[in-house]
């Protein structure tokens, strides 16, 4: 819902982080993350998928130029405890 309007919603998160857990579950995910890209860049957006299968399919851009991937591998014991 929060995404009805991507304009409204990006324009009143200038120089914020935004966070898209599941990006790929939307219907457009890469219109959504390009807007955001191309006529927000004071606007981070930190977008995470765990279904690379369900994003691909979902994802009809590249995003090339606008995006940087990150794969996090599951924390262990020690990182657990490392982190407190």
């Known amino acids: 819902a929060l995404f009805a309007d991507p304009e409204d919603f990006f324009e009143s998160r ?4 935004v966070v898209i857990d599941e990006v790929h579950r939307l219907s457009n ?3 959504l993350l390009k807007l955001a890209a191309d006529h927000y860049p004071r606007v981070r957006v930190l977008a995470t998928g765990s279904s690379t299968l369900g994003a691909s399919s979902r994802f009809r851009d590249t ?3 606008r995006k940087t ?3 996090l591998t599951p924390m262990t014991v ?3 405890a490392a982190a407190g």
């Open 29 to 31: 995910p890469a219109e």
């Open 78 to 80: 020690a990182d657990v």
């Open 63 to 65: 995003l090339a130029g």
């Open 69 to 71: 991937e990150l794969w």
């Open 14 to 17: 200038r120089g914020r982080t």
